[in-house]
């Protein structure tokens, strides 16, 4: 049974910080990884995904990492800025397109 | 290009009740899938539904069922509501065959069952 695991759950950072959140999870037969962030009391939005065959994709201040083998991947904010508070969860996707999500790494950014 | 939207936003129900929900995917997608996310956790997998059939189930009662219709959308209905119903439920609509499978999310029902 697939299981994601999100570490750490909450992260407090200045201004300006480069930052990596954590995902882990137990079985490497995936067929994509997804970044969403989530608002308070909103849906979920796509930040990145990554192919199974890929290591990594980027957008803007964005860069997510992908080790099928290990089981990991991380999501790396560069120049952090308030308005990056959010919820972020990770996600696995089978063949089917249905997703097993982490619980979440809730992050603020303070001025 | 409207995106994934779900109706009502909020919704406040008393226990036994029936609710229904309401997805209407991006345009050009033909699966959707519904999720539920209680307060402080990730989303969970309630089904699935591609060409007007439920195509796979997560763990979920069969309380909770759903429909897809001729023009993609769908609805989710959760029957005998309990008060560990409340949640946010969120749609998700993806195209079958497409190299990413990438999901789009739509904003949410909050369901209160009181």
């Known amino acids: 049974k697939q299981e994601v695991t999100q570490i750490p759950a909450a992260l407090s950072v200045p201004e300006g910080e480069n930052l990596v959140l954590n995902c882990s999870f137990t079985?490497?037969?995936?067929?994509?990884l997804q970044w969403f962030r989530q608002d308070p009391g909103k849906g979920l939005t796509s930040l990145l995904l990554?192919?199974?065959?890929?290591r990594e994709q980027t957008s803007g201040r964005l860069n997510a990492s992908l080790d099928k083998s290990s089981g990991r991947s991380t999501l790396y904010i560069a120049a952090s800025q308030p308005g990056d508070s959010a919820t972020y969860l990770c996600a696995v996707a089978s063949n089917t397109g249905k997703l097993i999500f982490g619980q979440g790494t809730t992050l603020q950014v303070k001025p | 290009d409207a995106g994934v939207t779900q109706s009502p936003t909020h919704l406040i129900k008393t226990r036994g009740q029936q609710v229904t929900l309401r997805c209407s995917p991006k345009s050009g997608h033909d699966t959707v899938s519904w999720y539920q996310q209680a307060l402080g956790q990730g989303p969970q997998f309630i089904f699935q539904?591609?060409?007007?059939?439920?195509?796979q189930r997560g763990n979920f009662p069969d309380r909770f069922s759903g429909h897809q219709f001729p023009n993609y959308s769908s609805e989710l209905n959760v029957n005998a509501l309990l008060l560990g119903d409340s949640a946010l439920y969120l749609c998700?609509?993806?195209?079958?065959?497409?190299?990413?499978?990438?999901?789009?999310f739509g904003p949410g029902t909050r369901l209160t069952v009181t």
């Open positions: 990554i192919q199974s065959s890929q």
């Open positions: 079985d490497s037969a995936i067929y994509n």
């Open positions: 539904y591609y060409e007007e059939e439920e195509r």
């Open positions: 998700a609509s993806s195209l079958v065959g497409t190299q990413d499978y990438e999901q789009y």
